[in-house]
């Protein structure tokens, strides 16, 4: 498996890309049955799934789903009680590479090239978003410093565990919010802050960081 690296990208055009994003649905082909496996093209094995990295939501009420749309993989949502599925990111040029429910109808997911030349897959954007495409916020540099945002895009590559939004955990009390691992304090050792990702205020919750952190842990009470 590739790890997803960090490159310096022009955010703002992928956010942008994101208030065009469709909300219609798509329908399903049917699978073909075939009399014997000779008669299967040879296209079928290389095709991309229908759907992929599928997670049901906390409620058990949604599927949320990689499926090709666009030519890319984009992020749907299916509603088990109405059977209907819609896409909330509609990428062209992108694909949407993971993602994870925030709460019931919040999602959050990060974006790659996968028609990279080289090979690499290079973290291109993470953004969280309510099921039906709105309320989109920017997490790639979640605590919207400039200082921290230059010096990102002139460091070296980043590994998969180290990116600027790392989610821990959800909260389980109502209020939307999440925990999570951010580069808030020190480019090199990460921090602990409650994130209300629909309106961007947070807390730090590690102030007395012991420094050469590797990645933090939360006990059942969400404490780091």
Known sequence: MKAIRFAPVLSVLVFAALS??????????????????????????????????????????????????????????????????????GYKDLDVHDFEWLSNDRLYFRVADFAEATGNIFLRGAYAIDIDGKHVRDLTYPLERAAERKARQNSVYFRETSTSFQVLSRTFDGSGDSIAQIFGRSQIYADVYRFNTRTGEYKLLTPQTPGNVVRWVLDRDLVP
């Open 20 to 89: 065009v994003f469709a909300q219609t649905s798509e329908p399903v082909k049917p699978t073909p049955r075939y009399a014997a496996p000779a008669d299967i093209p040879v296209e079928t094995f290389f095709r991309r799934a229908q759907y992929s990295k599928m997670s049901i939501s906390p409620d058990g009420s949604k599927l949320a789903a990689l499926r090709p749309i666009n030519g890319r993989e984009n992020l749907v949502v299916i509603d088990f009680e109405g059977g209907k599925s819609h896409a909330i990111t």
